[in-house]
């Protein structure tokens, strides 16, 4: 009863934050890409052009979640502390591990909300009833939760070590960025693999990001031409068949 108190208390105060709305308008116009779809339907893209796939839209979107997660998990429990929340609460018959559970749980909720209606919406307005198009969007879609939750872990855990607030948001945009920069580096992995393919490998492995679109690509069966990168190509000619359930394993190790 004390986890669903403080989880219901969380999930609806997060809902309500302006954060959270902003990136759920975010993530449904990096998928639903409205100025190329109008120009489309008004015949007046050029000769040519090759419109992205929404899955790659969606895709494209993945290095953003960890940005959605960080800031606002970090922030939580420091957050409490400053104000007196976690004092008030925790004056009611509820551990520790009940307050943080809740929390965290509620926060889950909540992000993993945005998640939905933002890749949902751009889904149905793109799609429609084509029902056949929902199969691929209903993997890459718990994927991307399955990274959030697990960047809302790390979160968490900065926002518990954390003494004040400003310390928790910078330490998680820096994380954020340190993930965003890592997810790009197809190049430097490049260079990395003629000399090293365990370093390849790890370096790949050891970024969530990366590892959470290898596994929407390989469990959707997309078309890989149009969705790998280097380090994708480099996993897949290193792993095989294995690829998979070892990008799985990367991104649960993180949660």
């Given at each position: 009863l004390g986890v669903w108190g403080v989880l219901s208390f969380t999930y609806r105060e997060a809902v309500h934050t302006k954060w959270l709305v902003t990136f759920t308008v975010l993530f449904f116009l990096l998928a639903a890409n409205l100025p190329v779809k109008i120009l489309s339907d008004l015949n007046s893209l050029p000769q040519g052009y090759e419109q992205l796939s929404f899955t790659s839209l969606l895709l494209s979107a993945f290095p953003l979640i960890p940005l959605l997660a960080l800031p606002i998990?970090?922030?939580?429990?420091?957050?409490?502390?400053?104000?007196?929340?976690?004092?008030?609460?925790?004056?009611?018959?509820?551990?520790?591990?009940?307050?943080?559970?809740?929390?965290?749980?509620?926060?889950?909720?909540?992000?993993?909300?945005?998640?939905?209606?933002?890749?949902?919406?751009?889904?149905?307005?793109?799609?429609?009833?084509?029902?056949?198009?929902?199969?691929?969007?209903?993997?890459l879609t718990p994927t991307a939760g399955l990274l959030n939750a697990g960047m809302l872990s790390l979160a968490m855990i900065v926002s518990e070590v954390s003494k004040r607030k400003a310390t928790a948001i910078g330490v998680a945009i820096f994380i954020w960025f340190i993930l965003a920069v890592v997810s790009g580096v197809d190049t430097l992995t490049y260079a990395i693999y003629w000399r090293s393919q365990t370093a390849t490998l790890s370096l790949v492995l050891l970024d969530p990001v990366e590892t959470s679109r290898i596994t929407a690509v390989e469990a959707a069966h997309l078309n890989q031409t149009q969705t790998f990168g280097q380090t994708d190509y480099m996993a897949k000619h290193l792993l095989g068949g294995n690829l998979l359930p070892v990008a799985v394993g990367s991104v649960l190790v993180w949660l």
């Open positions: 998990g970090a922030v939580s429990i420091v957050d409490d502390r400053e104000s007196g929340t976690m004092q008030y609460l925790l004056s009611n018959p509820i551990t520790k591990f009940d307050f943080f559970l809740g929390r965290i749980a509620g926060l889950l909720l909540a992000t993993t909300t945005a998640i939905l209606i933002g890749f949902g919406s751009a889904a149905v307005l793109l799609y429609a009833s084509d029902i056949a198009q929902f199969r691929a969007i209903a993997i």
